[in-house]
DNA sequence: ACTACGACATATCATTGTGATATATCATAG
DNA sequence: CTATGATATATCACAATGATATGTCGTAGT
């Protein structure tokens, strides 16, 4: 029955406590800001905006309004209370599925070099991500330097950095052990 | 039109190169071993084994085996095949979405103690984890020391524990953000 | 001998989300 | 004046979840 703990549908109602926007606007708000611990696609949002809408918790502004096709959607008070009363919920647990070590789990069965592979490109991409969220943090406080949510948003940037470290840190480690596993089996096969 | 790149499949194809199996057993694998990081449901395994066994990919045994509904697959040499080609594709970079942190992000519109629940909630969950993957880590080199695959799952495990422990440090210090944002607003509200 | 319970086993379904693609408009650079 | 790329909405096949239904079997307790 209860169809109104779908998380996309606070996301949503989120972006639109921040300000006024059309689907399309949320789609690049999601990939920026939000973009990088949460992902909402064209395929959920048009639907729940809707269907918000027939909820009451947000409302069409009137008319088309660039001469566009474009729907701006504005956060009611109702909608505006029913986020708070999310924002209170325990947040869940979040799904952990991971095809890296899916492949690391059964990687007996091809080469190391091939693992060695996988985890130097994973490697590279934490790193990339790395500089990403440095770049973000300086450009946050600069450009918001003394707004008060501010604070929240560094939270979440920081939990990036955290995590990309320790995977950079992970691939380092495992890296070695490969390195190990190969020495190991190229030795069995040289006495043979 | 590619259907068949679910990762889904792999991980049900890789849990029978290990053991012949049926759904239930699959289920129970996947909730144990490879539990910490893959998460299969009832709701894909059955039509997957299904799939699989049309494409050739395993074979029902025969029979009801024991007495029970049971049917348990094999995997053939053609899975074999296909699981090895799997392994060499490069890794999806897993979806990341976090609850916790796009509350976090809209927090300021709630008491900042709310998100103190919330982390130290998380927090907790997190040691757990950490605790957990100790044991697991431990069992796992008594009873298979001399597995020749148990490297690959020492890394899976190590994995967790990067994770887990950098969650741990995060939550420490926005725990200590969150207790300097309840400071100033005490303090705007006590010099008004 | 009976029965309640928990483990075993398969199946199904509504809901949610993804990612790709289709369609169309508008601004602007060449 | 036309090609391109940003804006904007919509749709669909596919994937996965998680809850629930249905039933069997072994066995512990009475």
């Given at each position: 029955m209860r169809s109104n703990d779908s998380s996309s549908r606070f996301a949503i109602l989120g972006a639109l406590s921040?300000?006024?926007a059309s689907g399309y606007d949320i789609k690049r708000f999601a990939a920026s800001s939000i973009g990088h611990f949460w992902n909402e696609s064209y395929g959920s949002i048009y639907p729940i905006l809707k269907k918000l809408a027939r909820e009451k918790l947000v409302q069409p502004q009137k008319g088309p309004q660039n001469g566009r096709d474009r729907v701006v959607y504005a956060i009611t008070p109702r909608g505006e209370q029913a986020l708070r009363e999310w924002l209170l919920?325990?947040?869940r647990t979040e799904p952990?599925?991971?095809?890296?070590?899916l492949?690391?789990?059964?990687?007996?069965?091809?080469?190391?070099?091939?693992?060695?592979?996988?985890?130097?490109e994973r490697k590279l991409a934490e790193q990339r991500r790395l500089t990403t969220y440095a770049q973000?943090?300086?450009?946050?406080t600069k450009q918001h330097g003394s707004h008060p949510e501010l604070p929240y948003w560094l939270m979440t940037l920081n939990y990036?950095?955290?995590?990309?470290?320790?995977?950079?840190?992970?691939?380092?480690e495992t890296l070695s052990s490969l390195a190990k596993l190969q020495k190991t089996?190229?030795?069995?096969?040289?006495?043979?």
């Open positions: 921040l300000r006024p919920q325990a947040p952990f599925r991971s095809e890296i070590l492949k690391l789990f059964f990687a007996g069965r091809v080469a190391a070099e091939i693992s060695v592979t996988h985890v130097q973000v943090e300086n450009e946050l990036g950095r955290h995590r990309s470290e320790a995977v950079v840190e992970w691939c380092n089996s190229k030795q069995k096969r040289g006495s043979k």
